[in-house]
């Protein structure tokens, strides 16, 4: 399917060249002087490639269409994931350097969306908002209110992000995953 450039996002799946690249970074760039472009840095399916490409604002590029099937998360053993398919019950495993920025997020049970392409998984979605617990941060102090000020906390995953100085260990939070930023108090 063809898009506008300026409509990549972060996790989708480009095909350039007969290769498939899925997009980890998005900027919009527009210089004082010429034509506006979408500066993409993209790390390709198949290797460990990587890759920064400007599009033309106007340029048009092929996004692959992929099928989304509902999983749920089963467990982690020995750096591969198991998820199992909610329709027909079957299971499938996915590497650790598949799983690079999801499985900060992931807590057994929780039901997430692979994306496939030729039954092939090509990508994992998460939902947008998790709920996870604080195991460790830095205690409140007394007076101090929700400012611009945050400090670090790490989550049940092991995942860390910034949080309101306020919240105390064992506070359950929603975080955005696709920001990974703190949300509210859950």
């Known amino acids: 399917m063809h898009i506008n450039a300026t409509s990549i996002r972060a996790g989708m799946i480009l095909e350039m060249n007969g290769d498939l690249w899925r997009v980890a970074k998005t900027q919009h760039v527009t210089p004082g002087k010429g034509v506006a472009c979408m500066q993409v840095e993209m790390r390709k399916v198949e290797g460990n490639t990587k890759t920064n490409k400007r599009f033309n604002s106007t340029e048009k590029v092929d996004r ?79 007076g101090q209110s929700a400012t611009g000020s945050y400090k670090p906390a790490i989550l049940e995953t092991g995942a860390t992000i910034n949080v309101p100085p306020y919240l105390e260990s064992g506070t359950k939070i929603k975080v955005n995953t696709e920001t990974k930023e703190y949300v509210e108090r859950a």
Request: glycine letters at 2%.
């Open 64 to 142: 692959v269409t992929l099928t989304q099937r509902k999983m749920q998360y089963l467990y982690e053993a020995d750096g591969e994931y198991h998820f199992m398919d909610l329709e027909n019950y079957d299971q499938i495993s996915l590497g650790e350097d598949f799983m690079t920025e999801a499985k900060a997020y992931l807590l057994p049970e929780m039901e997430v969306v692979v994306e496939m392409h030729d039954e092939r998984p090509l990508n994992v979605q998460l939902p947008k908002i998790v709920v996870l617990n604080v195991v460790e941060c830095d205690a409140s102090i007394k």
